[in-house]
């Protein structure tokens, strides 16, 4: 066998524009030969997959799959909306799901492990790219797992079973019925899609976050004896928990408890005590930069002409 060296293993990566490792993949099954290994590429769809993957995928889908005590939620993107509706798209999204619900929520991991069918879940995704020909990425993703209750989920602008455009994981600790506690759990995660709280409870809120805000409201009372500061600063703090922390916030379902008031009132119901443990919530493309586009402008410039 040729012996494959980094200097080959970059030349082939500056001809296609494909992986380092997908490089060296190629020029050893090819024992070396340079217009060979770049027709192995093409073949693969890798070379094509590479030229893509500097463009913006905002769009895709966010899929869940929630099996009574675990649950995951992941976010995989594209580039258009259209692909939320195509069925070789969907079934990637669901496959990665069921991935990250075996190995985990670590991105890279979840990329490297086997996917059904053959190869890796990065294997899947390039061949996707190739054959669909958009930009496609793992974005993200989470798992949550109790030892004994419920993880429950809801998807919101559902495009197939266990896919949408937001989906939300709620972890409920509790030795309580499972279908009541499957029931609550549901009708918390729509609490969250809606609310979108930032965190469990201010303990859970970011250090650099609280510092900010705590910030804000000294500059707005600036000059105020440090006594009173004091108590501004402390109401300030109960006024953001009650906006922006799940235990906190006013329950969608009943105006006149928080969140925290009516888990308590429904462990009679389940039949023991229930801990929110921790929640996702996902929102396809929060976040990432999309490029927006003056359509006919681009038009007008194909054609040489203006707008």
């Not at 190995?103 to 059904?116: R, W």
């Not at 499972?178 to 201010?202: I, K, T, W």
């Not at 000059?223 to 108590?231: F, L, S, T």
């Amino acid at each position: 066998m040729s012996v494959i060296s980094a200097a080959m293993v970059k030349e082939l990566r500056d001809k296609t524009d494909a992986g380092m490792m997908d490089c060296k993949s190629a020029l050893v099954e090819t024992g070396g030969d340079m217009e060979a290994a770049v027709d192995w590429l093409r073949k693969k769809g890798l070379s094509k997959a590479a030229k893509k993957a500097g463009r913006i995928a905002a769009e895709g889908l966010v899929a869940i799959v929630a099996t009574g005590t675990q649950g995951v939620v992941v976010e995989v993107n594209a580039e258009t909306d259209f692909l939320a509706k195509n069925e070789q798209f969907q079934t990637l999204a669901r496959n990665v799901a069921g991935v990250a619900l075996a190995v985990g929520d670590d991105v890279e991991a979840v990329k490297a492990a086997a996917y059904p069918g053959g190869g890796t879940v990065q294997d899947a995704i390039a061949n996707a790219i190739a054959t669909i020909g958009e930009n496609m990425a793992l974005r993200r993703a989470r798992k949550f797992e109790v030892s004994a209750g419920v993880v429950a989920s809801y998807l919101h602008n559902a495009a197939g079973e266990g896919l949408g455009r937001i989906g939300v994981l709620v972890a409920l600790e509790s030795p309580g019925k499972s279908d009541e506690l499957a029931a609550l759990g549901r009708q918390l995660a729509m609490h969250v899609a809606a609310a979108n709280p930032v965190a469990l409870d201010l303990a859970s809120v970011a250090p650099d976050v609280l510092a900010r805000e705590k910030a804000i409201l000294a500059e707005k009372n600036a000059g105020k004896p440090a006594h009173v500061m004091d108590k501004i600063v402390e109401s300030g703090m109960k006024s953001y928990a009650k906006e922006y922390c799940l235990l906190e916030q006013t329950y969608i379902h009943d105006g006149s408890k928080s969140v925290s008031q009516a888990l308590k009132d429904a462990e009679g119901k389940v039949g023991g005590p229930i801990k929110l443990t921790g929640f996702a919530r996902f929102a396809l493309g929060e976040g990432i930069e999309k490029e927006e586009s003056d359509f006919a402008a681009e038009v007008a410039a194909a054609a040489g002409g203006k707008a």
